[in-house]
Structures are given as C-alpha cells and as structure tokens.
C-alpha cells in the first residue's frame, strides 16, 4: 500500500472532503491522473450509502421480494406458506454487506491506490485551504489543484409539535434496525418512506400505517405509479392515509438505547381531524437537507441557495472559481449515489485536465461537461412493485411547452410478464418529443423493472429516434417485450391518424 494513514504532511495536489463513492470515485480518479490525494473522512470512508443508506436498505429488500415472488408463483407459494422471510438471518447478512460498519476494505481501497485518507472534519478555511478537525486536535491542509466538497445530506426533520422530543427513528435507525417493532408508523410518502415500508412489513411489522399530506404515494412521478404502489401495499397489509397532516407525536417516556433499537415506550401519533395513531415506533422519511453547514463555504464566499445547495456549472465547478469543486448531493442536481459517482468522473476528467493545462473540450458528451443530470438521471425505487423512471414525465415535458405524445399500457398479456409472476401487476409509459420523434421520459412499475432502466436511460441521453428503436428487437420470453408492444401501439395511432 502507498497511501497513509494521517500522514505528516500539509499538502496535497487534491483535497477531497467527504468519504462517501463520489469522494472515493474522485480520488480514485485524482491518482490514477498522477496527481497526490488526501480524502478526508469524519466517520467511515464508504460514507452514507455503504454504510446506512443503500447497500443495507437493498440487502434487507431483495430478501422480500424474493419472498413475494415466490409466494406468487405455484410451486414455490406451497413452500412459502404465507410465512415471512427470516428477520434474524435478513439483519445478519445485512450486517455482513456492510461489513458490520467497519470501513477497512474501503480505506485500503484508497490507500492501495496512493490516496491518503485523514481521519477528521474537513471545513474550508480560505482558497484551498482545508482545517481537519479530530479530537479536539486541528491542522490545515492546503491542495495546488483542487479541493473537493462531497458532504452528502442528512434526513430531514419536519416542524411537527412533540416529534423532535419523541426521538422518532430516521433513516439511520430504520436501515439498521436491530428489532422489529410490532406497531409503526411512517411519516412521508416519498422514496425512503416506499422502500422502508415494504422491508418493515416483510420482516414482520404487523401494523404498519404511512401518513402524509400528499395526494398520492411517489408524488413526483407519473401518477398511475402512486396508484400501483397503494394498491400493493394495501394488499399487503400496510394502511395508507394521504391527504393526511401529522400534527403532534407525543412520547411519555424515551430511552434512547441506540440507532435502530425503539426509542422509549409507545408513541401517538394525532393526524387529519385529531385521530390518534398509536406505535411502538414512528420513522420520519420526509426528504434530505445538505449537510452544507459548518463546511467553510463563507470563508471563501460561496453561497447557497434557499434549501442549502451549492449550485455549479457543468464541470461541477463553482462558480467563480477554478479550484473548487461541488459533488452529490450538495449540489442538488440529483440525490442518487450513481449520479454523485457520475459528477465525481465528470470532476476527474476536469480536474487532471487543468492541472495537465489541456484546454476543456466543449463538444457535446466530451467527458468534461456533466451531461446526464440535463433529464438523464435514472432511478429506481426498490419498493414492491418496483418503480424504474429516466427523464421526464408527461406533466413536465408539458410545462416545458414540448409538444408530447404519450403512449402507455400494462404488463398484462406480455409472456415474460407472465412466466414472471402469475399476477403480474405492472404498468409503462413513454414520453415522446415530436418534434425530435424522440423519447424524453420513460417510466416502468413492476416486479423487476431496474432491469430495463438502462436500455430506456440509453434510449433517452442518446436522443434515439423512435424509427430506431423499433429495431431493437427485445428477447423473448421476458418483459423487455414492452417496449415492442408500447412502440407498435404507437405506430398503429400514428398510422390511423
């Protein structure tokens, strides 16, 4: 190994602040240009997603899901017999996926490419000077390139009276939950509230209930896709009450006994008319804040937005500056770790570049300009039925004046959907720009649909034409044979017009 640990030295070609895979991608990329590195790490290099955000929340859900498939497909149901999956043996592997929170193999990752990695908080003091604060011990480092902000975000905290005193579980507690409470409620509607709510009643909440004011579930995407998820859980047991304010959450007594361990004795929960809910546990899922606080962004005058961010151009540099970078979730551009990985490539290229001298190629999808967050970024939400989406939705290509055609329809009928489940529940819908005759927004919900995400996300950042698209022939018998049925229903409309 080349790299150090909390080595002795005050400079750096490159200084990235924040452990998580966009700060890992970038020093990663940073060395290979030839160029030294510290990484500098309050916690666990690995960060937000290895340790308490994705890579646990999917291994305590594909159990699930394989039991739901499973349950409804013959042969297999009569061994389930309506049984859960195993809580117990669910956490165990969950603990070993994230390496029971110990970030060993990813500091040796780092060290074992000449990164050195310096235990303690970075925050900006002056043009690329970074403090590393550890035990009350400071230093200050200084980089000759560039300096690196990838401080991620923290779950938010709404007003609600009581809630904060109640010590409710967050995001942390609920994707390392080390007991399954019998009574939860669920305070949100959007994308962590969806994938928690189908681990918790996998792993045996019995009464699980999610509250919010929203209209429907995954507000921000195409409406029938809310409407399949309710449904779903609904037929799982799980009560959904939209168009329902939470207005208090009262504790008598807490007892705080750590992340993922109920948090003192039963909670109320007064919601809608004053209806009281009564758990053993409430978690708060109602979106992400910028950890941009405290990070030294006055020192050097950059401002944030209204919500906290940090805006960039399309080097996801600041503007303003040739030195200081904005990766992740700061930046708000898109709060997925694929995208801050993607940023952190972007940041690579741009970064060896300059330091190289080379001039930055302006050509559309050169590897120096952020491309992907202009309506490209892809998600998947792993609730049961999955949700899969790139690009726009018809209600935003519209308030962009562009002339839309739509063109939808379920699974039902399709083979592979078939052979998939026997009671496939799903459902597609292409958002075409006529114009351009090209897509602008896919979406999929479904059993297995993260698996045709990446065809539709090339489909759209590729701006191909729909005349080719019917060319790619998809293989039979699976449910990429959407795709054939959803573009010959658009050529028989278009051909009957």
């Not at 500098?40 to 999917?58: I, N, T, Y």
């Not at 779950?155 to 409470?181: C, F, K, Q, Y």
Request: hydrophobic share 40%.
């Amino acid at each position: 190994m080349n790299g150090s640990i909390n080595p002795a030295r005050s400079e750096w070609d490159v200084i990235v602040v924040g452990g998580a895979p966009p700060g890992e991608t970038i020093s990663l990329y940073s060395s290979f240009a030839g160029l030294s590195v510290a990484l500098v790490e309050q916690d666990r290099v690995g960060g937000e997603c290895l340790f308490w955000a994705c890579m646990p929340s999917k291994a305590m859900l594909l159990p699930v899901h394989a039991r739901n498939l499973a349950v409804d497909l013959p042969g297999m149901r009569q061994l389930v017999n309506g049984r859960r999956v195993d809580a117990d043996a669910v956490l165990a592997r969950r603990d070993e996926i994230t390496y029971n929170h110990d970030d060993k193999q990813s500091v040796d990752l780092m060290l074992s490419h000449d990164v050195d990695v310096l235990r303690g908080r970075g925050r900006l003091v002056g043009p690329k000077t970074v403090e590393v604060s550890d035990d009350g011990r400071t230093r200050e480092i200084t980089a000759t390139q560039a300096v690196v902000l990838s401080p991620g975000t923290d779950g938010a905290l709404p007003p609600i009276t009581g809630l904060a005193d109640a010590r409710p579980w967050r995001s942390r507690d609920v994707t390392n939950m080390h007991e399954v409470p019998r009574r939860m409620v669920v305070i949100g509607g959007g994308v962590v509230a969806c994938e928690a709510a189908t681990w918790l009643r996998g792993l045996g909440v019995e009464e699980l209930t999610l509250v919010f004011p929203g209209e429907r579930l995954l507000e921000m995407k195409e409406p029938f896709v809310g409407e399949l998820v309710r449904q779903a859980f609904e037929a799982d047991g799980i009560t959904v009450r939209t168009g329902t304010p939470v207005h208090e959450v009262l504790r008598e007594k807490v007892d705080d006994r750590g992340i993922g361990r109920t948090h003192g004795d039963e909670v109320t929960v007064t919601v809608g008319d004053g209806e009281r809910l009564v758990a053993d546990e409430v978690l708060v899922a109602t979106g992400r804040v910028p950890n941009s606080r405290d990070i030294g962004l006055e020192a050097v005058g950059v401002p944030t937005t209204d919500r906290g961010f940090v805006e960039v151009d399309d080097h996801l540099t600041v503007p303003g500056t040739d030195w200081l970078y904005v990766l992740g979730d700061l930046n708000g551009r898109a709060l997925l770790t694929h995208m801050g990985k993607y940023h952190a490539r972007i940041a690579g290229e741009v970064i060896a570049a300059r330091a190289a001298g080379k001039p930055l190629d302006e050509r559309p999808f050169n590897p120096y300009t952020d491309q992907a967050d202009k309506d490209g970024a892809p998600q998947v939400v792993f609730c049961d039925p999955e949700v899969a989406s790139v690009g726009l939705t018809e209600a935003e290509a519209l308030d962009r004046e562009i002339p839309v055609e739509v063109v939808e329809r379920d699974f039902a009928g399709i083979d592979g959907a078939r052979l998939a489940r026997e009671h496939y529940v799903g459902r597609a819908k292409l958002v075409i720009d006529n114009s351009t005759d090209t897509l602008v927004g896919v979406t999929f919900v479904g059993s297995g649909v993260s698996e045709l995400l990446h065809a539709a996300t090339v489909a759209v950042v590729g701006k191909v034409p729909v005349s080719v698209l019917r060319h790619a022939v998809a293989s039979f018998p699976t449910i990429s044979e959407i795709w054939l049925y959803l573009l010959e229903e658009l050529r028989q409309r278009r051909a009957a017009a």
